[in-house]
């Protein structure tokens, strides 16, 4: 699936790219974010693929919560 997804050149304003670091190394994450939190997120390297959703319609922190606070603090820790 991921394969399928880097494939596809994205373009629009909500195709954003982030880097975490990962262990010993930066890695490169893309995500498509929609309105309120709902956040789909794919790091290729590592053959992972988020989605979340949330409602957070009126609040900035909770906006982007699962790429700032969730993936680098609690999935990638996570992932083996």
């Known amino acids: 699936m991921l ?4 494939m596809h050149k994205w373009s629009g304003p909500a195709h954003h790219h982030q880097q975490h670091e990962y262990r ?4 490169e ?3 498509l974010a929609g309105n309120g939190g709902q956040i789909v ?3 290729p390297e590592l ?11 009126s ?4 906006t982007y ?3 700032d606070d969730y993936v680098p603090h609690f999935i990638l820790p996570a992932v083996n």
């Open 24 to 27: 010993d190394r930066t890695i």
């Open 41 to 43: 997120m794919g790091i």
């Open 59 to 62: 609040d900035h922190k909770g």
């Open 65 to 67: 919560l699962a790429q």
């Open 3 to 6: 394969e399928a997804i880097e």
């Open 29 to 31: 994450a893309f995500f």
């Open 47 to 57: 053959d992972l693929a988020m989605a979340f959703y949330g409602g957070s319609y």
